[in-house]
């Protein structure tokens, strides 16, 4: 479950300029002095809302004069490989609409396979608290290859603190060949499998993990997905129950019941519930961000990132597979508007 802040309506995130590049070739005046790491100024013309799909091809248009911000000392602006080189103000009279702050910065993969990697940023005002986070995917990252975006965020609501420092709040990664997806082109096993955004109240947490045939073949279910789970440093996480059903855990959640055989056709999903509590009584808490699902014995795993916050409970209930009859696939019209830059 995502810890990015969504009280901000107005909260932009745009992938502007991945571009792999060797982690030599950095571009001059991209330290912690507060200078443009590009020779131009870009505006991030291509922000969308917060949960909204990205474009399929980011677009950047050299355009605007942003003002340039002094960055806090190295060791506020860098985090598990990710370095942010520059932060700027969008004024009224930048050229660039709807854009009130942005950050570039460099991301280094020090592991040894590509990884596709999820990173929250944090706004902060003169008394470093928090005015707004954005969060931004980046894709195949090879191991020892270093790539440079931008994040941007929109025009603050209300009385919003003006921005005068960015840190990185959050660094999260998954093996490119296990990374999840609700959409794109379809992975070879034929399914794709993705976690929602979830639900907590109360210290009671429930999460969907959904499959999608995306194949030309039927897709058969029937059981649980076995699911191994991971801390920050993808270690494997001991010591934790997983049980069959979430009424274990709480009634009403859906996740209870015996399993039963599922077919899907192409284009139909299957849901299948996750649940916990995150009670702290003695003991250490348990925080697992990743987990590795199987949808079935012989498919390949999927990493997940529901950021299990586990408490001190020990347990994780996991439902049955069931058919999702609220999935719809978009139709061909709309996947082909989507698809345009």
Same mark, same amino acid.
Request: proline share 8%; with cysteine.
């Given at each position: ?46 922000? &969308?809302?917060? +949960?909204?799909? #990205?474009? !399929?091809?980011p ?8 003002? $340039?911000?002094? *960055?806090?000392?190295?060791?506020g ?37 590509t ?10 005002s ?7 986070n ?20 929109g025009?603050p609501v ?22 999840? &997806?609700?959409? +794109?082109?379809? #992975?070879? !096993? ?10 907590? $109240?109360?210290? *009671? ?50 996740g ?29 808490a ?15 795993p ?14 994780? +209930?996991?439902? #049955? ?21």
């Open positions: 479950m995502s810890t990015v802040s969504r009280t901000a309506p107005a909260v932009l995130a745009a992938a502007l300029l991945l571009a792999a590049c060797g982690s030599q070739s950095a571009s001059p005046g991209g330290g912690t002095g507060g200078g443009p790491v590009r020779a131009e100024a870009l505006c991030p013309s291509d922000v &969308s809302r917060y +949960g909204s799909p #990205p474009s !399929s091809e677009s950047v248009r050299p355009s605007g004069t942003p003002t $340039a911000l002094p *960055l806090p000392s190295a060791g602006t860098a985090e598990d490989g990710v370095k942010i080189t520059a932060l700027y103000a969008w004024g009224p009279g930048s050229g660039c609409a709807g854009v009130a702050y942005s950050a570039d910065f460099e991301l280094t993969n020090h592991q040894a396979e990884a596709t990697y999820t990173l929250t940023f944090g706004f902060l003169a008394s470093g608290g928090p005015v707004d954005a969060e931004q995917s980046v894709e195949a990252v090879a191991p020892g290859r270093t790539v440079k975006g931008t994040v941007a965020v025009e209300g009385n919003a603190s003006e921005v005068t420092g960015v840190e990185v709040r959050k660094v999260r990664s998954v093996p490119q060949s296990e990374a999840s &997806s609700a959409s +794109g082109t379809c #992975p070879k !096993s034929g399914m794709r499998l993705y976690a929602d955004q979830g639900d907590a $109240a109360m210290g *009671l947490r429930a999460v969907g993990l959904h499959l999608v045939n995306c194949g030309t073949g039927p897709l058969r279910l029937n059981g649980y997905p076995k699911l191994t789970l991971e801390d920050e440093d993808h270690d494997t996480v001991d010591g934790v129950r997983i049980l069959q059903g979430t009424d274990q855990i709480s009634t009403g959640l859906g209870d019941g015996s399993p039963q055989p599922v077919v899907l056709r192409p284009g139909e999903a299957a849901l299948a519930e996750l649940a916990w509590r995150n009670t702290a009584q003695a003991g250490a348990v925080n697992a961000p990743y987990v590795r699902v199987w949808a079935t014995p012989t498919a390949d999927v990493m997940v990132m529901p950021e299990l916050d586990l408490g001190t409970t020990g347990k994780l +209930g996991v439902g #049955p597979w069931r058919k999702d009859e609220t999935h719809r696939e978009p139709g061909p019209a709309t996947s082909t508007a989507a698809a345009r830059p």
